[in-house]
């Protein structure tokens, strides 16, 4: 199990030093496979680190590449997770209609129903393409993906091609308000951010395993086997804590390292969500006035973010 952990350290580290470490966990705790939670909590977290010290210290890109290749990502994932659900009912032919109560039992060619309209494939296929375009650095096919997605926000209510189920009721999707298929802020970044990536010599990107899609189809097999809907409370309570630790996350990298490509996915999510929070019909109950508050302080906080990382990167290096 102690190798487990060192799974989270890069590559190069694990062949440096790895049986250094494994050889002192030994010794600290005999007989022991996991060491204390406080020391593995340590481990995660020096693991993380290495990663993000890594990752600044590669010359082989630009720091602005690589943001806006993590910008798509995220962009690409917040796309994703409401349609969950439905990307897994779709893959194992399940009837929608019969699994949730969705506005259009006819969504999928096998799932035709007396008077309702067929839509043949989940929007939720078109996150899930870019996704996986951009794990392996290849933004050319993730541009397809992204304008597809522009194209059937666009046409909401009028095209048969895609379908929006996924988003049904009044809720919040992680922090402040939800981000519809209709919303265009999200595709039309994404599709931006995708044609900037294939325009600047996209051979440079950093191409990621596929083993980052183990969470996703994680996330897939929890929302469609449990039947947990994105309007699902645990859904919202699941993601506020995932986009919570991925913000927290981006901040201490950059704050670390005093390297600015985390500043660039920081800034588009919560530009994003801070859109879609204004231009959100919400009820202003006391509940999504908190959430509100916590990405309004997230964007008035991002010049601190960008002043810290400056400070950071002036100062002589750590470690």
């Not at 705790?29 to 990752?55: D, V």
């Not at 129903?113 to 375009?133: E, I, S």
């Not at 919202?236 to 490509?261: C, K, M, P, S």
Request: glycine content about 8%; aromatic content about 10%; overall charge positive.
């Amino acid at each position: 199990m102690n190798r487990l952990l060192l799974a989270v350290y890069p590559k190069t580290y694990r062949d440096r030093y790895g049986d250094e470490l494994l050889a002192c966990l030994t010794e600290a705790h005999p007989g022991r496979s996991w060491p204390p939670p406080r020391e593995a909590a340590a481990l995660l977290r020096g693991g993380i680190q290495a990663h993000a010290r890594t990752a600044a210290d590669d010359t082989a890109r630009p720091w602005w590449l690589d943001g806006i290749h993590l910008a798509a990502l995220v962009l690409a994932a917040l796309a994703l997770v409401p349609y969950l659900q439905d990307v897994w009912d779709w893959a194992l032919r399940i009837d929608p209609g019969n699994a949730i109560g969705f506005h259009h039992a006819g969504w999928y060619p096998w799932a035709q129903g007396p008077g309702t309209p067929t839509r043949l494939l989940p929007y939720g296929l078109l996150p899930l393409a870019a996704l996986v375009a951009l794990l392996r650095g290849k933004p050319w096919l993730a541009l397809p993906a992204a304008a597809l997605m522009i194209y059937s926000g666009a046409t909401l209510g009028s095209s048969t091609l895609f379908g929006d189920e996924g988003v049904v009721g009044v809720g919040y999707y992680g922090l402040a308000a939800p981000i519809r298929a209709g919303d265009l802020a999200l595709s039309a970044t994404l599709c931006a951010a995708c044609a900037a990536l294939a325009l600047c010599r996209p051979r440079r990107l950093r191409r990621r395993s596929y083993g980052w899609l183990v969470p996703v189809l994680l996330a897939m097999f929890a929302a469609g086997a449990l039947r947990i809907a994105s309007y699902d409370p645990w859904f919202q309570r699941a993601q506020l804590v995932v986009e919570a630790g991925a913000l927290l996350a981006a901040w201490w990298a950059t704050t670390t390292t005093g390297d600015f490509r985390w500043t660039i996915p920081v800034a588009a999510f919560t530009l994003l969500r801070a859109h879609a929070l204004l231009t959100s019909a919400m009820p202003l109950d006391n509940r999504h006035v908190s959430e509100s508050a916590v990405i309004l302080a997230l964007l008035a906080a991002l010049p601190a973010l960008i002043a810290a990382a400056r400070t950071r990167r002036s100062s002589p290096r750590l470690g």
